[in-house]
């Protein structure tokens, strides 16, 4: 999109500005003119500031005597749309997926969205697509350093992570977008689905007696009463206030993907926020399983410590969180090892402790965000017109 456009019109014309028309007022008998305008377009795409100056006349003995004002040229500044959504793609080790994740998001592009391509700087956009995405440098090629610098970057109010192996589809952010209508949902989750059957992977994760960070699956097409109970979003699927999603990277120092998942959610959940699904709203996975989800003893040691910087921890904690998990996981053999994994969790609490700082974290004022989600009474607007 051009910032600039030039363009020669008479004074006594308006400037057909899209649905603004601007009105030229000139001062007879000087170089310089002024203008207004008197209709704002009701998209964002909008003149911000024009600047007027003289560049032909009629050459003529006569000037002076017929014309005071000959034409200007109107040199109209206009800046991009301020998009509504930013959607975050991270370019992981592996350039087939992330292509293929680029690609979809740009075939299913909603309006009003800005596209971020993440890097660690060693991207050289083979495609040439700087004109309709942004390339954003991270601090490496993790998902959790691309990401931050991602919401760092945005500009829409909304924050969208989609990393590689995950693949838009038609309408998928119109439905996620709407549960931030609710006043404390800091994140939304969309509904992951497996691009061979369309089963539900994942709505969202939750805790649960035999595995933390458990995803929310189904074999049915559509997300269940229990999965709309989800407490958690998968970052590299997840859609978030951009105030939020801005805090908890800054705050956080985990960069381990399935450790910022569990921290960050937590994090907000401490914060007053708290998460959402979005039933609607699909994502396809070329695999059979969600990120992060292989079972293993380092997996449920490093949950069991970030938990326990939240609620209650230390080793009777953690054993005991341990014993429940095997005993739910006696007939999963794959899951024993994570299940042993919670009893050494103690071992890293310190450690991840401080790596959090929760305190820092962007609050949910509850009272000033219903304010504003509150539509206006007549009684209120009676009590405004008393006190003015």
Same mark, same amino acid.
């Given at each position: 999109?051009?910032?600039? /456009?030039?363009?020669?019109?008479?004074?006594?014309?308006?400037?057909?500005?899209?649905?603004?028309?601007?009105?030229?007022?000139?001062?007879?008998?000087?170089?310089?003119?002024?203008?207004?305008?008197?209709?704002?377009?009701?998209?964002?795409?909008?003149? *911000?500031?024009?600047?007027?100056?003289?560049?032909?006349?009629?050459? +003529?003995?006569?000037?002076?005597?017929?014309?005071?004002?000959?034409?200007?040229?109107?040199?109209?500044?206009?800046?991009?749309?301020?998009?509504?959504?930013?959607?975050?793609?991270?370019?992981?080790?592996?350039?087939?997926?992330? /292509?293929?994740?680029?690609?979809?998001?740009? /075939?299913?592009?909603?309006?009003?969205?800005?596209?971020?391509?993440?890097?660690?700087?060693?991207?050289?956009?083979?495609?040439?697509?700087? @004109?309709?995405?942004?390339?954003?440098?991270?601090? +490496?090629?993790?998902?959790?350093?691309?990401?931050?610098?991602?919401?760092?970057?945005?500009?829409?109010?909304?924050?969208?992570?989609?990393? @590689? @192996?995950?693949?838009?589809?038609?309408?998928?952010?119109?439905?996620?977008?709407?549960?931030?209508?609710?006043?404390?949902?800091?994140?939304?989750?969309?509904?992951?689905?497996?691009?061979?059957?369309?089963?539900?992977?994942?709505?969202?994760?939750?805790?649960?007696?035999?595995?933390?960070?458990?995803?929310?699956?189904?074999?049915?097409?559509?997300?269940?009463?229990?999965?709309?109970?989800?407490?958690?979003?998968?970052?590299?699927?997840?859609?978030?206030? *951009?105030?939020?999603?801005?805090?908890?990277?800054?705050?956080?120092?985990?960069?381990?993907?399935?450790?910022?998942?569990?921290?960050?959610?937590?994090?907000?959940?401490?914060?007053?926020?708290?998460?959402?699904?979005?039933?609607?709203?699909?994502?396809?996975?070329?695999?059979?399983?969600?990120?992060?989800?292989?079972?293993?003893?380092?997996?449920?040691?490093?949950?069991?410590?970030?938990?326990?910087?939240?609620?209650?921890?230390?080793?009777?904690?953690?054993?005991? =969180?341990?014993?429940?998990?095997?005993? =739910?996981?006696?007939?999963?053999?794959?899951?024993?090892?994570? +299940?042993?994994?919670?009893?050494?969790?103690?071992?890293?609490?310190?450690?991840?402790?401080?790596?959090?700082?929760?305190?820092?974290?962007?609050?949910?004022?509850?009272?000033?965000?219903?304010?504003?989600?509150?539509?206006?009474?007549?009684?209120?607007?009676?009590?405004? *017109?008393?006190?003015?």
């Amino acid at each position: 999109m051009k910032l600039c /456009e030039r363009q020669i019109v008479p004074v006594s014309e308006p400037i057909q500005r899209g649905r603004a028309k601007v009105p030229v007022i000139p001062f007879t008998g000087h170089r310089t003119a002024q203008f207004c305008v008197s209709q704002y377009p009701k998209t964002t795409s909008r003149p *911000r500031f024009i600047g007027i100056h003289p560049i032909e006349r009629l050459e +003529s003995r006569f000037w002076r005597t017929y014309f005071s004002i000959s034409c200007w040229t109107v040199l109209v500044t206009k800046f991009p749309p301020i998009p509504r959504l930013s959607i975050v793609v991270p370019v992981g080790r592996d350039l087939a997926t992330f /292509e293929k994740t680029l690609i979809s998001v740009l /075939e299913n592009q909603p309006e009003a969205a800005e596209i971020l391509v993440c890097h660690d700087g060693h991207y050289d956009d083979p495609f040439e697509l700087d @004109g309709e995405v942004r390339f954003i440098t991270g601090a +490496s090629n993790s998902v959790v350093d691309l990401v931050a610098a991602g919401a760092l970057a945005a500009n829409g109010r909304f924050v969208h992570v989609l990393a @590689g @192996g995950l693949q838009a589809t038609e309408g998928w952010t119109d439905s996620a977008i709407e549960k931030f209508e609710i006043y404390d949902a800091g994140v939304v989750a969309p509904v992951i689905r497996s691009a061979l059957d369309q089963q539900i992977l994942a709505a969202g994760w939750s805790d649960t007696a035999g595995r933390l960070c458990k995803a929310n699956a189904s074999t049915q097409n559509q997300a269940s009463a229990k999965s709309r109970k989800v407490i958690g979003a998968y970052l590299s699927a997840s859609f978030w206030r *951009r105030e939020v999603i801005r805090s908890v990277t800054e705050t956080c120092d985990l960069r381990n993907e399935l450790d910022a998942t569990y921290a960050y959610e937590l994090m907000i959940r401490a914060a007053g926020w708290r998460c959402e699904l979005a039933e609607q709203s699909s994502i396809l996975s070329e695999e059979d399983s969600v990120p992060c989800d292989t079972p293993s003893m380092g997996r449920g040691k490093r949950l069991r410590a970030i938990r326990s910087c939240f609620y209650q921890g230390g080793w009777s904690v953690a054993c005991k =969180a341990s014993a429940l998990a095997t005993l =739910a996981n006696l007939l999963n053999p794959s899951m024993l090892s994570e +299940s042993i994994g919670q009893s050494l969790a103690p071992t890293l609490e310190s450690k991840i402790a401080k790596s959090l700082r929760t305190s820092d974290v962007v609050p949910c004022n509850v009272d000033e965000v219903r304010m504003i989600h509150q539509l206006p009474t007549v009684g209120m607007a009676a009590a405004v *017109r008393r006190a003015a």
